[in-house]
Nanobody, 124 residues
Framework: QVLLVESGGGLVQAGGSLRLSCAAS????????MGWFRQPPGKEREFVAA????????YYADSVKGRFTISRDNAMDTVYLQMNSLKPEDTALYYC?????????????????WGQGTQVTVSS
């Protein structure tokens, strides 16, 4: 069992930056692949970024590549999403997710555990 709690969301102007954090509790964090997903208003939840259990493997959605960076600190049981050059279309509820896996997982259906989400709003 893994409990995930996101933080760091907020209101920012276009071009600004935010760093999201996802604190995990549970024995399997160090063996878990982690992902960030987002759900824009009125739309389906979509993949943003994912990281392998070791941190050596990462994968990004095309829409955020070059602007967002996913990382993890296994000693702190935390995964981060650094978001730079934010755009209004990045506005969404951002979720982190976990699954016990050695490899990167990008499929929303591949995750077993989800946080409650943190809101990111980017004004133009």
């Amino acid at each position: 069992q893994v409990l995930l709690v996101e933080s760091g969301g907020g209101l920012v102007q276009a071009g600004g930056s935010l760093r999201l954090s996802c604190a995990a509790s549970g024995r399997t964090f160090g063996r878990s692949a982690m992902g960030w997903f987002r759900q824009p208003p009125g739309k389906e939840r979509e993949f943003v970024a994912a990281i392998s259990w070791s941190g050596r493997g990462t994968y990004y959605a095309d829409s955020v590549k070059g602007r967002f960076t996913i990382s993890r600190d296994n000693a702190m049981d935390t995964v981060y999403l650094q978001m730079n050059s934010l755009k209004p279309e990045d506005t969404a509820l951002y979720y982190c997710a976990a699954v016990e896996s050695r490899t990167v997982v990008t499929d929303i259906g591949g995750y077993d555990y989800w946080g409650q989400g943190t809101q990111v709003t980017v004004s133009s």
